[in-house]
């Protein structure tokens, strides 16, 4: 049992961390190498990955995406430590709007505007891409940026304040949940169930009572009996 406790707290560790890791935003260090339009047929499996159409068209099975192609600067510990080399990593540019998560992005063509302005053709721009979600190559998924700001060399140090002062607001809502619950047990729920085990002792005292008075009847009438068998 006590294993089974850890499997389930682990996978809900898992379940919580990822689903936060997803729709958090993240921040890479990037060179943009060119951007384009492609054509994308969704299906049931890469479908929830993606968000939705344009703010002012209308949903279809399939329609145009747009991609910002990069060579991304390697890190570790999620992306707090940098390191020298470079990979390539592919964004999608799509509207969020209203849905979730909640980004209320609207601005996908100046996105893409600003992307192809950084391009690096005679000098090495670097810029900083804000995104959200994962690249999964064999569902041909993409991390959907939501920003791109120009910076200087490839060596900034990017803090994630909003992380930062997210996680910090979890942690003090989640006390405050529980000192909420613990006051509210300590003036509702406890004072009911001492006042049902009251009411059980009650009923049990007076069931026991109830037995005694039993076994002492049927004494007698068994006693009464036995005075008969006796004549």
């Known amino acids: 049992m006590r294993k089974v406790k850890i ?12 689903f936060f890791h997803y729709v958090l935003p993240q921040h890479d260090i990037v060179r943009v190498t060119s951007t384009e339009v492609i054509r994308a047929d969704f299906n049931w ?10 703010a002012g068209n209308v949903e279809q099975p399939t329609r145009d995406i747009r991609l910002i192609n990069t060579e991304k600067k390697k890190t570790w510990l999620l992306g707090f430590i940098p390191r020298d080399a470079t990979e390539i ?11 979730w998560p909640p980004y209320f992005k609207f601005d996908s063509s100046d996105l ?51 992380n930062i002062f997210f996680f910090i607001f979890l942690f003090v809502a989640w006390r405050f949940i529980v000192a909420m619950w613990r006051q509210f047990r300590e003036r509702s729920v406890d ?3 001492e006042d049902a085990g009251e009411v059980w002792d009650k009923v049990d005292g007076h069931a026991d009572a109830a037995s005694e008075k039993a076994r002492g009847i049927w ?9 008969w068998r006796k004549k």
């Open 89 to 99: 990593m592919v964004y999608r540019n799509e509207d969020t709007g209203w849905i």
């Open 219 to 227: 004494g007698r009438f068994m006693a009464w009996l036995a005075t």
């Open 112 to 162: 893409q505007a600003e992307a192809a302005a950084l391009i690096s053709t005679n000098e090495e721009k670097w810029a900083v891409i804000t995104h959200y979600g994962w690249r999964i190559k064999f569902l041909s998924v993409y991390p959907n940026a939501v920003g791109i700001r120009q910076v200087e060399s490839p060596n900034v140090t990017i803090i994630p304040w909003f």
């Open 7 to 18: 499997t389930f707290r682990v996978l809900l560790f898992l379940i919580i961390g990822g």
């Open 45 to 54: 499996y890469n479908r929830i990955f993606y968000a939705q159409a344009d």
């Open 191 to 193: 004072p009911l169930l």
